[in-house]
């Protein structure tokens, strides 16, 4: 199973983000972080190796307005889903919520089931436009268009369906290894006529593609019964 996802959760209520995260835990699909503050959330969206495939954002926050802090993300190139939180849910506050680059706009109280289906859609819509994007070493990943950019090389790497299909699923597992059988039955379903070889085969193909030097993987890796992605681009852009 992928690693869960990483989502972050802004909201000055305490209760309600210890609620949010535990219930965003219960089926190990995600794993919260909580910020109180916009500048709390700013300083973890800046770390290093930060990664937030969502955020869920309080429209009223001790420190600035919900709003306006999404139309900053927004501008600084931040293109994953937002849910917004509002006490209220009138037709001007929706639509200035998105309006302001909020992929859904939510009002309290809510039903958890809601949120979390809600929260699923958005991931699912986004990974399937043209704004999603991930860094892969040296690369940014457009898993819509099945391409691999290289800026610094000026080089663009086309992949097939299949290629681009197991780069995306190992990028969701994080750094955990994915067993064979579990990368074959996500990328060609349950189709007997597969075998391992053929995910094999794609696998010596596509680092064939990435590799700096595919006998020496260092973004595609061999583990114990399966492979896992290393996507650190210090140690990629050092092979």
């Known amino acids: 199973m992928a690693s869960a996802r990483p989502v972050l959760i802004v909201d000055d209520d305490p209760d309600l983000c210890?609620?949010?995260?535990?219930?965003?835990?219960?089926?190990?699909d995600f794993a919260a972080a909580t910020a109180a503050t916009l500048a709390e959330a700013t300083a973890l969206l800046a770390a290093p190796e930060a990664r937030f495939d969502a955020i869920i954002l309080d429209l009223g926050m001790p420190d600035g307005d919900g709003r306006e802090f999404c139309a900053q993300l927004r501008q600084a190139g931040h293109k994953m889903p937002i849910l917004m939180l509002t006490g209220s849910d009138t037709e001007g506050d929706v639509v200035r919520g998105l309006d302001a680059g909020a992929n859904d706009y939510i009002a309290k109280p809510f039903r958890m089931a809601e949120l979390?289906?809600?929260?699923?859609?958005?991931?699912?819509?986004?990974?399937?436009?043209?704004?999603?994007?991930?860094?892969i070493g040296p690369y940014t990943f457009r898993p819509?268009?099945?391409?691999?950019?290289?800026?610094?090389?000026?080089?663009?790497?086309?992949?097939?369906?299949?290629?681009?299909?197991?780069?995306?699923?190992?990028?969701?597992?994080?750094r955990n290894?994915?067993?064979?059988?579990?990368?074959?039955?996500?990328?060609w379903g349950y189709n007997a006529a597969v075998t391992t070889h053929t995910l094999e085969t794609h696998i010596y193909r596509l680092r064939q593609k990435?590799?700096?030097?595919?006998?020496?993987?260092?973004?595609?890796?061999t583990e114990s019964?399966?492979?896992?992605?290393?996507?650190?681009?210090?140690d990629a852009a050092a092979a």
Not at 177 to 187: F, I, K, N, Y
Not at 213 to 220: E, I, M, Q, S, Y
């Open 18 to 28: 210890q609620t949010l995260a535990e219930q965003l835990a219960v089926d190990g």
């Open 116 to 135: 979390l289906a809600r929260l699923r859609a958005q991931l699912r819509n986004f990974e399937a436009s043209e704004d999603a994007v991930f860094s």
């Open 144 to 174: 819509s268009a099945k391409l691999l950019s290289d800026p610094a090389r000026n080089r663009r790497i086309r992949l097939t369906e299949k290629e681009a299909a197991i780069l995306k699923y190992l990028y969701r597992a994080g």
């Open 177 to 187: 290894a994915v067993a064979r059988a579990e990368l074959l039955g996500e990328v």
């Open 210 to 221: 990435i590799e700096p030097d595919p006998t020496n993987a260092r973004l595609l890796l």
């Open 225 to 234: 019964g399966g492979y896992r992605l290393d996507p650190a681009p210090e």
